[in-house]
């Protein structure tokens, strides 16, 4: 496409610009003309077949090539050692030499000159020229009045583009990680309602948390496991087939880890956790489902989840012991015991743990990651969290999860208003942090994907709340 260009008085233009040339080619002399020498002899060869020219038989891109050829030339008469004042010359010289090469090609091509005259008919651009020709001898001038997209009317102070203005290109519109987009709410409540998520004060944020979750979700789906909430994965979790959470043979993650070590607790899993849900954790699960009333299908969803960490789980029945035949009454009689003293108090003892010491060491954690199924030292869930603290600050206490936080026997606190800090908030479905006071709490945070430090008097938590359990 040429470049419209409307021009009455171009040889006036133009002539303007040789004048504006003429003082610093007199003080320069011969090297800015045998630069203008050389360019316009660079200009003057035949386009090559198929190439778009103007009247005249000049390309489009004249001017440019007029300006980067010239201020090569110069700067080719000087080496890196140039004293500074020659290298200033040489600028001068490369901005005047493209004034008057554009100002000549206005003169002798039809349609050139406007365009010329605004791409370095003002000392701005000229200096602009040089600038860009000094750093170097193969430097490349280009200029946006050469493009397709502009279009310039009247003289050079009067240019007006054209060119449709510049947007983001258009994309699958899918959030992208680790930014704030009001669409991740929606997602999270869906996780959570799916339970892959602990249930949580929904954010905007598509932080690690809600990566971490839309994993388990592709795990569990069939999908790619990335964690990204693309077109696929979103239309598979908002459909009515997006299947609720659960754990089966093949999988691997922290979850998994977490029913290992509760199974080998009951005796149904000999071997140490491994992250990795095999054939042994499987036979594993189905002997614990039989032995407590439940679908024997090797899935560990909901139901089988609650029940395996509720306090009324069967443990695996233990084997009768062989009976072994008495000792003869030739045998030694066995030394009577010592009597034993009763132990010293240690640190896992209550009376020595304190509600501060709980949240002091609780802020030590604060940022560490959100994972489901993790007690620590530096990944954790909500329950996860509260029993590792609970444990490190001197508190002997059995892991439960958030569900049987709320259900166990410690004191009732029935009113937020009536907590003090070192309570256990126990909020529904399924979530519990450390209040330390000041209407605020330490937990470990699915939606922000980290354990964080926030207000748990917002209008969420109020309608959550379940009660707080009084551990000191």
């Not at 990795?276 to 909901?302: H, I, R």
Request: aromatic share 8%; charged share 25%.
């Amino acid at each position: 496409m040429m470049i419209g260009v409307r021009m009455r008085k171009k040889k006036s233009r133009a002539a303007k610009l040789i004048v504006a040339a003429i003082y610093p080619l007199v003080k320069l002399k011969r090297k800015a003309a045998d630069a203008l020498k050389t360019a316009f002899l660079s200009i003057s060869k035949k386009p090559r077949r198929g190439k778009r020219v103007c009247a005249g038989g000049v390309k489009p891109a004249a001017g440019c090539a007029v300006a980067g050829t010239a201020a090569k030339q110069v700067q080719r008469r000087h080496s890196p050692k140039t004293p500074f004042w020659k290298k200033k010359r040489v600028m001068i010289a490369a901005g005047a030499a493209a004034a008057l090469a554009a100002a000549i090609l206005a003169l002798s091509i039809p349609g050139a000159g406007a365009d010329t005259y605004a791409a370095y008919g003002t000392p701005a651009a000229s200096a602009s020229v040089a600038e860009q020709s000094a750093g170097g001898a193969d430097a490349v001038v280009h200029d946006p009045a050469f493009s397709d997209n502009y279009h310039f009317e009247g003289d050079a102070a009067n240019i007006r583009s054209t060119a449709p203005i510049e947007t983001t290109p258009p994309d699958s519109t899918d959030p992208v990680y680790g930014t704030h987009d009001p669409r991740i709410m929606q997602i999270q409540l869906r996780l959570m309602e799916l339970d892959y998520m602990d249930a949580d004060e929904p954010s905007d944020y598509y932080g690690w948390g809600t990566k971490y979750s839309l994993q388990l979700f592709q795990r569990k789906n069939g999908l790619q496991i990335d964690g990204l909430a693309g077109q696929q994965t979103l239309s598979k979790l908002f459909s009515s087939e997006a299947m609720p959470y659960s754990v089966r043979l093949g999988d691997s993650g922290y979850d998994v880890q977490e029913i290992q070590q509760r199974l080998r607790e009951l005796n149904y899993l000999k071997s140490k956790p491994t992250k990795k849900f095999g054939t042994e954790t499987e036979a594993a699960v189905k002997s614990f489902q039989k032995a407590n009333g439940l679908k024997p299908d090797g899935d560990v969803g909901a139901k089988t989840k609650e029940a395996l960490f509720s306090d009324e789980a069967k443990p695996a029945p233990t084997p009768t012991p062989k009976k072994t035949p008495k000792p003869s009454s030739s045998a030694t009689k066995k030394p009577s015991p010592a009597p034993t003293k009763a132990p010293d108090k240690t640190p896992d003892d209550p009376d020595k743990s304190s509600a501060q010491a709980l949240i002091d060491f609780a802020k030590t954690k604060l940022g560490c990651k959100y994972v489901r199924g993790g007690k620590g030292p530096d990944t954790f869930d909500c329950s996860g969290f509260v029993y590792y603290c609970l444990k490190h600050s001197g508190y002997k206490i059995r892991y439960m999860t958030s569900r049987q936080w709320a259900k166990c026997d410690l004191p009732k606190v029935s009113s937020m208003s009536d907590m003090k800090p070192g309570d256990i908030i126990c909020y529904s479905p399924n979530h519990v942090g450390i209040y330390i006071g000041g209407g605020q709490m330490i937990d470990a945070s699915s939606s922000n994907g980290m354990v964080v430090q926030r207000s748990c008097f917002t209008s969420y938590w109020r309608s959550h709340f379940i009660c707080a359990r009084r551990v000191f």
